[in-house]
């Protein structure tokens, strides 16, 4: 992996910890319920980690191949001169998200109202697959799961299509996935405490400053120059005359 993209996948990670809080809200429940369809024998040991495990890779497998469709309309969007309004759009998106994670909004639901067409759609598919009694069939209803409508993961989905590469921004989503796994694979006393955790206001607050501020950033416009400017400024007075340029 080149340093340039080190962190975008460094960034799409902690989107998916960070929002851990908002995982638990919208998914933790389900994963309950699919955890008690599992029939009683099966509900313990290795065979009950390998159809969580099946749960969640075919969630994140869904993430990335969302990744790899969305992407590839970012880069027609990129092609036909749209990646200003794309990147406007997720900056925007990543802010509503921050304010979202806070409290302080909830705007972002409307988004997820919208997915729930798709959701009811796709439901019916998911009902056939319960109980879930191998692997596979966990495998295949997380496929499913991962189409549920949130607004965690739609507003990383165009965060990451916006870069106008469809295999990049499958990657990203397959990187944002692996940061939601914790806390969703997390089960019993541990994800009491992990909830503790992650709704202890400063948590939220924090994770929500950095996300709005990752939205920001994300924004084009002359804050970036003004900050890329003013770090080469920086850089430049921190330089001993040895080090800066001769001119003869």
């Not at 995982?23 to 290795?46: F, H, N, V, Y």
């Not at 998911?126 to 739609?154: D, E, H, N």
């Not at 397959?174 to 939601?180: I, P």
Request: net charge positive; hydrophobic share 50%.
């Amino acid at each position: 992996m080149s340093a340039e993209l080190l962190p975008l996948f460094l960034t799409a990670l902690a989107l998916g910890l960070l929002g851990g809080g908002h995982c638990i809200g919208m998914c933790g429940g389900l994963m309950g319920a699919l955890t008690m369809s599992i029939p009683t024998e099966q509900r313990k040991g290795w065979v009950l980690w390998r159809i969580l495990l099946g749960y969640n890779l075919g969630r994140i497998s869904s993430y990335a191949a969302a990744g790899a469709l969305i992407g590839s309309l970012g880069w027609l969007a990129q092609d036909l001169g749209l990646g200003v309004v794309l990147r406007i759009v997720a900056g925007l998106l990543m802010i509503a998200m921050g304010l979202y994670l806070a409290n302080w909004w909830s705007g972002l639901t409307r988004i997820e109202r919208a997915g729930r067409g798709l959701w009811r759609h796709l439901e019916p598919h998911a009902r056939k697959l319960l109980p879930v009694t191998s692997a596979p069939r966990a495998l295949a209803l997380g496929a499913l799961w991962g189409w549920l409508p949130c607004g965690l993961v739609y507003s990383t989905l165009i965060w990451a299509s916006s870069h106008g590469d469809g295999a990049l921004s499958a990657g990203l989503m397959l990187t944002f996935g692996l940061g939601t796994l914790p806390t969703l694979l997390a089960t019993g006393l541990f994800a009491e405490r992990m909830l503790v955790f992650l709704r202890n206001r400063r948590v939220r607050v924090t994770a929500a400053l950095l996300v709005i501020l990752f939205g920001i950033w994300t924004l084009p416009g002359p804050h970036k120059a003004w900050l890329m400017g003013h770090g080469s400024q920086g850089a430049a007075a921190m330089e001993t005359p040895e080090d800066q340029p001769h001119h003869h």
